[in-house]
């Protein structure tokens, strides 16, 4: 549970392969932000810490007949085997206050790298199921998370009847799915929309304001899940 009585920490989980990419200098400035606010910056580069992102059989104790991944996920909490890699991610997010995820959206959802960190550090019985429940039960309620990611599309494109339709529906399985599932209360997404298409001063712009958005969550260091 987060207090006010030691520095909050935020894991910010980045994916993108490019580091001169503007979804990098939006991430920088997200994690700058947060401690100028007093926060603990724990940075995981996916791209750049080479992560594998397929939930794998052979990450587990030898299985004879039938592979379930969440039976072994199971079984590998209970009995201390996860894969190291795995345990690492796991209590890193663990000992997070704040989440961010931090990705351009590619077809309308995460880069494949960051759904396999879900897939693997997610774990049953580390963040859900077991001794734990979900929503509301999971082991990460009390805990914030948001996604700070681009597009390539423009703003009026994501709204209700924009040509791709309502950004709420393309983020519902990522916010209810995965965030809220875990016992995430999930904040407002903060977005720039198609940087690829902005001037040099308007992408300075469009970052001004991805460290002020980023500021106003810092501020809000409210205890949640009471």
């Given amino acids: 549970m987060s207090t006010f009585d030691a520095a909050p920490t935020a894991l910010i989980v980045h994916a993108h392969p490019e580091p001169r990419s503007f979804t990098t200098a939006q991430m920088t400035t997200a994690a700058q932000a947060l401690r100028d606010a007093g926060y603990r910056v724990d940075v995981l580069d996916l791209y750049a810490d080479a992560w ?44 997070a206050d704040l989440l961010v995820l931090s990705f351009p959206m590619w077809w309308f959802s995460l880069p494949a790298i960051l759904k396999g960190w879900v897939d693997r550090v997610f774990v049953m019985g580390g963040v859900f199921g077991g001794d734990h429940g979900i929503f509301g039960d999971a082991a990460l309620a009390g805990k914030r998370a948001m996604l700070l990611f681009t597009t390539g599309g423009s703003g009026e494109s994501f709204r209700p009847g924009g040509g791709y339709g309502s950004m709420d529906d393309f983020l519902f399985h990522i916010h209810r799915g995965m965030l809220e599932f875990t016992g995430f209360q999930v904040l407002d997404p903060v977005i720039t929309h198609a940087p690829a298409r902005m001037t040099g ?15 106003l969550v810092a501020a809000d260091r409210q205890t949640v899940g009471q």
């Fill in 52 to 95: 594998a992102p397929t939930l794998a059989r052979d990450e587990f104790a030898p299985v004879e007949g039938h592979f379930k991944p969440q039976a072994e996920q199971m079984r590998a909490v209970k009995d201390g085997t996860l894969d190291a890699a795995v345990q690492a991610h796991l209590d890193r997010l663990l000992a």
């Fill in 201 to 215: 001063q308007e992408r300075a712009a469009a970052l001004d304001a991805v460290r002020e958005s980023v500021a």
